[in-house]
């Protein structure tokens, strides 16, 4: 019989089912925030145990693995200037990625506080959802939907208005791709460019800004959702068709 797993999550939530008699899902918390894995029909005690013992590894040991870190790390352009940026979450999902792929569990979600990985099909063929959720309001409806996503990881970079109120121009950076890693680093680096202070008018608007993101990802095949303070979700173009917007004052712009 089939089971279904719904996921909340700081930026997204999941549905899902896989076949057979399977254990629960586990929750732990790990990073500071809880972190879920769902092995479904693949799932055994021991899988799970030796996960969550590796995450709690990763956790003791990281800021003093210079190995690790180095791994974790990518540089990316910021101006005239190379920026590095770490991902200790990225580099974790990777982790678990690696294990299960060892262990031939081939449907599994993990969603560490927002930070989702999606492995393999669901029984009954339909698509893996993701909700994007609305950075002026986490807790209330999602303002997007992704579906037809698999094998991916879909990593937040947000700053929602009931936990730190800042004000952000553009307060919700999604990037998706198969790396962890990169998709982590990036959304942060993206974040911090389009929200950069200090800018003159000689600098390149938003929206320029934006369609070159989109296409320097586009062609290391990571797509890109982006949503602004005014109403609006800047998506890749190949998301059209796989993303719809889900509240009437929000519309989605492809570039």
């Given at each position: 019989m089939a089971g279904t797993a719904v996921i909340?999550?700081?930026?997204?939530?999941?549905?899902?089912?896989c076949e057979k008699k399977q254990l629960e899902p586990e929750?732990?918390?790990?990073?500071g925030s809880i972190c879920m894995v769902?092995?479904?029909?693949?799932?055994?005690?021991?899988?799970?145990?030796?996960?969550f013992n590796r995450l709690e590894e990763i956790e003791r040991v990281f800021s003093t693995d210079e190995k690790a870190k180095?791994?974790?790390s990518r540089v990316f352009q910021v101006g005239n200037e190379s920026k590095k940026y770490t991902s200790m979450k990225g580099?974790?999902?990777?982790?678990?990625?690696?294990?299960?792929?060892k262990s031939h569990a081939d449907c599994l979600i993990v969603n560490l506080n927002g930070k989702v990985l999606?492995?393999?099909?669901?029984?009954?063929?339909?698509p893996w959802k993701v909700g994007i959720k609305n950075p002026a309001n986490p807790n209330g409806m999602s303002i997007a939907i992704i579906t037809g996503l698999t094998d991916t990881s879909i990593m937040t970079k947000a700053e929602f208005a009931d936990e730190i109120g800042t004000g952000k121009k553009y307060p919700s950076v999604t990037v998706i791709g198969s790396d962890s890693i990169y998709a982590d680093t990036c959304s942060s680096y993206v974040f911090d460019l389009l929200n950069k202070v200090g800018e003159t008018r000689r600098d390149?608007?938003?929206?320029?800004?934006?369609?070159?993101?989109?296409?320097?990802?586009?062609?290391?095949e990571n797509k890109i959702v982006i949503?602004?303070?005014d109403g609006r979700i800047f998506a890749s173009k190949e998301l059209e068709g796989y993303i719809g917007a889900s509240l009437d004052d929000y519309e989605i712009v492809f570039r």
């Amino acid at each position: 019989m089939a089971g279904t797993a719904v996921i909340m999550a700081a930026a997204a939530f999941l549905l899902g089912s896989c076949e057979k008699k399977q254990l629960e899902p586990e929750s732990k918390e790990v990073f500071g925030s809880i972190c879920m894995v769902n092995l479904y029909e693949s799932g055994t005690e021991k899988l799970y145990e030796e996960i969550f013992n590796r995450l709690e590894e990763i956790e003791r040991v990281f800021s003093t693995d210079e190995k690790a870190k180095e791994a974790s790390s990518r540089v990316f352009q910021v101006g005239n200037e190379s920026k590095k940026y770490t991902s200790m979450k990225g580099f974790a999902i990777e982790e678990i990625k690696e294990m299960a792929k060892k262990s031939h569990a081939d449907c599994l979600i993990v969603n560490l506080n927002g930070k989702v990985l999606l492995r393999g099909e669901k029984s009954d063929k339909t698509p893996w959802k993701v909700g994007i959720k609305n950075p002026a309001n986490p807790n209330g409806m999602s303002i997007a939907i992704i579906t037809g996503l698999t094998d991916t990881s879909i990593m937040t970079k947000a700053e929602f208005a009931d936990e730190i109120g800042t004000g952000k121009k553009y307060p919700s950076v999604t990037v998706i791709g198969s790396d962890s890693i990169y998709a982590d680093t990036c959304s942060s680096y993206v974040f911090d460019l389009l929200n950069k202070v200090g800018e003159t008018r000689r600098d390149k608007s938003s929206v320029e800004k934006i369609e070159e993101i989109c296409e320097k990802l586009r062609r290391i095949e990571n797509k890109i959702v982006i949503v602004d303070s005014d109403g609006r979700i800047f998506a890749s173009k190949e998301l059209e068709g796989y993303i719809g917007a889900s509240l009437d004052d929000y519309e989605i712009v492809f570039r």
